[in-house]
């Protein structure tokens, strides 16, 4: 299966600060990555979808201005959670996918403990 | 109404045994697509298997194999020959619609908690 990597795998921060997750497709070119955060026991719940070149499009609930994705290029996007708060604490993970693919592919997901 | 269903959040089974997940889902979509993905305690989601919604044969993966029923809308999982490494969260997810212009989100079940015993 695709390769997709997630930087980094777990950060603590202080709250108030901001902090950046980069996703990357190591061996094809995702023209779509997506964003998920997933609480202890739950399920993922998509954040927001973004195709390469455009702005993401956010799932209801999910402020845009706290959570910035940025997807320069086919192989990278990045999460920032600005002003990051205790309750952002959680495991935020990406996948990866193309057109010519079916499936998605995960990151190993980030771990966000926000103090 | 859930889109994803998986009615069982634990299941046990004995090492070299075979297992089924289940997962039943809901769609009007004609073109839709199956997967299972499993979630070990380290987080990374594994790709399992797929299976589409016009395959005309279940899908197979090694020890893993979909039993696609499309008239019961069921699409659960078996795993045959149980090892302790098959221990992790096990996820159903459902893509709608086809594949086209951009890749489409997964909608995902509640999971089920495997463990196998020794």
């Known amino acids: 299966g695709a390769v997709v990597s997630q930087h980094p795998s777990r950060v603590i921060c202080k709250s108030g600060t901001s902090v950046k997750i980069e996703c990357r497709s190591l061996d094809f070119q995702a023209t779509t990555m997506f964003w998920y955060r997933q609480f202890p026991k739950q399920s993922l719940m998509l954040m927001a979808t973004s195709n390469e070149g455009s702005k993401a499009t956010y799932e209801q609930g999910v402020e845009k201005d706290k959570f910035l994705i940025n997807h320069a290029s086919l192989t990278l996007s990045t999460l920032t959670v600005t002003s990051a708060h205790p309750e952002d604490s959680s495991f935020y993970i990406c996948s990866a996918s193309s057109l010519a693919q079916e499936t998605q592919y995960f990151g190993p997901g980030t771990r966000l403990l926000v103090l | 109404a859930q889109k994803i269903t998986q009615t069982q959040p634990g299941m046990f089974v004995q090492e070299k045994e075979a297992v089924t997940l289940d997962c039943t889902y809901d769609?009007?979509?004609?073109?839709?697509?199956l997967f299972w993905y499993k979630q070990p305690s380290s987080g990374e989601m594994i790709f399992l298997i797929y299976q589409g919604s016009y395959d005309q044969q279940n899908a197979t993966e090694g020890r893993y194999s979909l039993n696609f029923q499309k008239a019961r809308k069921s699409a659960n999982l078996v795993i045959s020959a149980s090892q302790l490494g098959d221990s992790a969260m096990y996820f159903c997810a459902m893509r709608e619609g086809r594949v086209s212009g951009s890749a489409r989100q997964l909608t995902f079940g509640s999971g089920t908690q495997l463990t196998v015993l020794p």
């Open positions: 769609t009007s979509d004609p073109s839709y697509g």
